[in-house]
């Protein structure tokens, strides 16, 4: 079986950073794109970042400029750093990954992490 394991999160006040991890364990061939998304209370999930095995990141104009997204392909993990943090980054914090194994690709996602941003 492929898990996916969170890690930070938390309370911060605005204009503070936090980091999130997510480490992909299992068996699997590889492991294409990596990405974080959330999720807020009353609103859909959306994709906050991604980045590709080859290291192409994409971001959503809420968090350009404030958040990076980085991978270790060794390591099979995926790191989000939040700066600058605003109240409406609040939510639960999904790290998703595609991929590959003997049942084919697919989707896989983490166990959510809340980050919530309030003074």
């Known amino acids: 079986q492929v898990h996916l394991v969170e890690s930070g999160g938390g309370l911060m006040q605005p204009g503070g950073s936090l980091r999130l991890s997510c480490a992909a364990s299992g068996i699997f061939f590889g492991i294409n794109v990596m990405g974080w998304y959330r999720q807020a209370p009353g609103k859909q999930r959306e994709l906050v970042a991604g980045?590709?095995?080859?290291?192409?990141?994409n971001y959503a104009d809420s968090v350009k400029g404030r958040f990076t997204i980085s991978r270790d392909n060794a390591k099979n993990t995926v790191s989000l750093l939040m700066n600058s943090l605003k109240p409406e980054d609040t939510a639960v914090y999904y790290c998703?990954?595609?991929?590959?194994?003997?049942?084919?690709?697919?989707?896989?996602w983490g166990q959510g992490t809340q980050v919530t941003v309030s003074s």
């Open positions: 998703n990954s595609y991929i590959r194994g003997w049942g084919g690709a697919r989707d896989y």
């Open positions: 980045i590709t095995s080859d290291g192409t990141t």
